[in-house]
């Protein structure tokens, strides 16, 4: 993370990625002796048709406006996919940055109606991964999609999440790498500066993952979980942006075990009142 403390983030990520990449992926013999994990700086030169010594000026920030066919054929040796190479290409100085006006994230009145009238589980998630409300069905999936939570520090932090989540790895993997595409160039967030700051200290899975300086999509997918009370459930997941905050809704296919599982849940379900909104600024529960 130290680079990225001291604002390469470029560099940060060209040599987190080129670790990732083996010489055998990039069409290179893999020789013998090799002192670093993945590709070396000359050898992701050479494929990229740069000299070694312009590479090294970008891995250590002294060049930070490489030209757009430079991080095209990074993109390409480095073999990112399509949201990676956004990434990529928005890591430099070429693409000036938008000024944002902080705002406090707010759950409008009518998204809470929303949430009342919903059967099924249904939060709201602010940028960070904060709960801002939640309906009486998610609270009976999980409490800790209580308002006040952060799913992030709860998936990576809290042993009844880890037992709740069938593929914790994967889990993790995939929030992590949200985190870093959510956060984009807007480093310099208070919330974001506190959330990395705390899982930094506190999980060394997280050190590992965001190190690799993955970048993902979380918007939607399936996902396999084991409730204490019913057992497994197999849900889908949809996000759905809504103003400056987002509305996560899970379910079943109809009529399935997991249907008849989620009915029993909420039938054994004492109806707790919907958790009131929670401003970003105010501090989350641990």
């Known amino acids: 993370m130290k680079d ?43 494929l990229a048709g740069i000299s070694p010594d312009y590479y090294l000026r970008l891995e250590r920030g002294r060049d930070k406006n490489p030209s757009s066919q ?32 902080k705002r406090s994230e707010h759950v409008p009145a009518r998204v809470h109606q929303l949430l009342a009238h919903l059967q099924i589980p249904a939060f709201v998630e602010g940028r960070a991964f904060d709960v801002l409300a939640s309906n009486p069905a998610a609270l009976a999936l999980s409490p800790r999609l209580r308002p006040g939570q952060n799913r992030l520090r709860s998936l990576l932090l809290d042993p009844e ?11 993790t993997a995939d929030s992590v790498a949200a985190l870093r ?8 967030d208070p919330r974001f500066v506190e959330l990395v700051g705390e899982l930094a200290l506190s999980s060394q ?12 999509s979380l918007d939607g997918g399936s996902t396999t979980v084991r409730h204490p009370v019913v057992g497994e459930l197999r849900l889908h997941r949809d996000k759905l ?4 905050v987002i509305l996560v809704v899970y379910y079943p296919d109809k009529d399935s075990d997991s249907d008849e599982k989620l009915r029993l849940l909420a039938a054994l379900s004492d ?3 919907i958790g009131t909104a929670h401003d970003r600024s105010a501090a989350p529960a641990g």
């Not at 990434?87 to 000024?99: E, F, I, K, S």
């Not at 999440?161 to 889990?171: S, V, Y």
């Not at 595409?181 to 310099?188: A, C, N, Q």
């Not at 942006?241 to 400056?244: A, L």
Request: net charge positive; no cysteine.
């Open 161 to 171: 999440e880890q037992a709740f989540q069938q593929d914790w790895t994967k889990a």
């Open 70 to 101: 430079v991080l095209e054929s990074l993109a390409r040796v480095l073999q990112l996919d399509a949201l990676e190479r956004m990434y990529l290409l928005g890591l430099t100085a070429a693409r000036p940055r938008t000024p944002r006006r």
């Open 4 to 46: 990225e403390e001291s604002g390469n983030r470029l560099g940060s990520y060209l040599r987190a990625r080129r670790e990732l990449v083996s010489p055998a992926q990039a069409g290179l013999p893999p020789g013998g002796n090799r002192r670093v994990p993945g590709l070396r700086r000359e050898e992701v030169a050479l």
């Open 205 to 216: 899975r997280f050190r590992t993952l965001w190190a690799r300086h993955d970048v993902r």
């Open 241 to 244: 942006p809504v103003d400056d």
């Open 181 to 188: 595409t959510t956060i984009g160039d807007d480093t310099d």
């Open 271 to 273: 109806a707790e009142p």
